[in-house]
């Protein structure tokens, strides 16, 4: 629970009508109103789960929200990022959740800060902000959010998604857990697919965010009891809730810095160990296929390493469909075999990593092959526009 001054909070004749079905309610009432109203919130994220945090944050009547982001608005986003408008395509997100954030509550103070999150600047845009709500979608981030957070003692209001499930919990609140209790080392890059890569639920994030939002009002109002030390973990499929305990290990290191958390989490590395595996592999173009397809040659094979749903979305003509997941068990190297049978091989993906990774295996099969840069996304780029990219 958060201590203002509240004699010097007062609600005027717009707040009493704006916050009436609070004010009624004894848990919160004029004192939890004021509380909301001198609270300093800090979003890291206007994404799936900042879009909804954001949106109740305002509607709740937080007085300054600051919001951290250095992406656009894209067209796949507005499945799930309910904050964000097709007008707003390509244009700044945070500029777009602050226009919709005082659509609904112009007496809200917005802070923007276009920019990347880093080692260097964390601490000073964390410092004059209450509480701290997660809302992003990678490790080396997460670790830094929660690292800053210790260091200012801060609470860290923390959700994550991905396809059907998420989690949600509070993070160095009042004695409890933090991020590294959960999480004391990342895993390795790549082990966990992004949201790009293995879908989401567009509703899960407003499920999740929704959550992170009324944990920041509890803290902020001292209403309730908050997630702290416990983990709350959401399946949408069987839209069932589970609940699993968090304690401090004693024995965790202590945080004394903020470190390079790309390299913590093994990024540099992951990166040049794939680079060294993109060079082992030759590569070619969406238009020198293209080429190759117009010259009437034959003995060429192009496998599409994407999963089943994807291929439905979109295929290249001619191309056969051999599951990464198919070729890295095993199953799927003997049906590229056969299909090879002495023609040349060409494998694509949706952006060229995962045909990489599956010509990587093949290659220690024996079997070598050509890796198309870029993609289908690259073909619909540069051949065909009329083949879907999503």
């Known amino acids: 629970m958060l201590n203002p001054n509240l004699d010097e909070i007062q609600l005027n004749s717009d707040d009493y009508e704006r916050y009436s079905r609070h004010l009624i309610l004894p848990e919160i009432g004029v004192e939890g109103q004021k509380r909301l109203k001198a609270a300093s919130v800090l979003c890291i994220g206007t994404g799936g789960l900042g879009a909804p945090l954001l949106l109740y944050l305002a509607a709740a009547g937080v007085g300054r929200i600051g919001i951290v982001d250095f992406d656009v608005v894209d067209t796949s986003n507005l499945q799930r990022q309910v904050i964000h408008g097709t007008s707003w395509v390509n244009k700044p997100k945070i500029e777009s959740a602050k226009n919709r954030i005082l659509e609904i509550n112009p007496f809200c103070q917005v802070d923007l800060y276009n920019t990347r999150l880093s080692a260097e600047n964390a601490l000073d845009i964390l410092k004059p902000y209450d509480i701290v709500v997660d809302g992003t979608d990678n490790f080396p981030t997460r670790y830094l959010v929660n690292d800053a957070c210790v260091l200012l003692d801060k609470p860290n209001v923390y959700g994550s998604i991905y396809r059907f499930e998420g989690q949600a919990t509070v993070f160095n609140y009042q004695g409890g857990p933090n991020y590294r209790d959960l999480y004391p080392e990342p895993p390795p890059p790549g082990m966990v697919p992004s949201c790009a890569e293995g879908g989401v639920l567009g509703i899960l994030p407003g499920i999740i965010g929704v959550i992170q939002a009324t944990e920041t009002v509890k803290i902020i109002t001292g209403t309730g009891t908050t997630l702290s030390g416990r983990l709350l973990l959401y399946n949408a499929l069987d839209m069932k809730f589970r609940e699993l305990k968090l304690r401090p290990n004693p024995v965790r290191p202590v945080i004394e ?13 992951a990166k040049a160990a794939e680079a060294q595996q993109q060079m082992a592999i030759s590569e070619m173009t969406a238009t ?15 496998i599409d390493v994407r999963n089943p749903n994807e291929y439905e979305i979109a295929q290249i003509p001619g191309s056969v469909l051999v599951p990464l997941g198919d070729i890295e068990q095993g199953k799927g190297v003997e049906k590229v075999k056969e299909l090879a049978n002495g023609h040349r091989l060409i494998a694509h993906c949706k952006m060229g990593g995962r045909s990489a990774k599956a010509l990587g295996i093949l290659k220690e099969a024996g079997i070598e092959g050509t890796n198309l840069k870029g993609g289908i996304t690259a073909w619909s780029q540069e051949v065909d526009p009329s083949v879907p990219q999503y």
Do not use: N, R, T, W
């Open 288 to 302: 020198e296929l293209k080429q190759l397809m117009d010259s009437g040659a034959k003995d060429f094979v192009l």
């Open 257 to 269: 810095e903020l470190i390079d958390y790309e390299q913590f989490c093994g990024i540099p590395q």
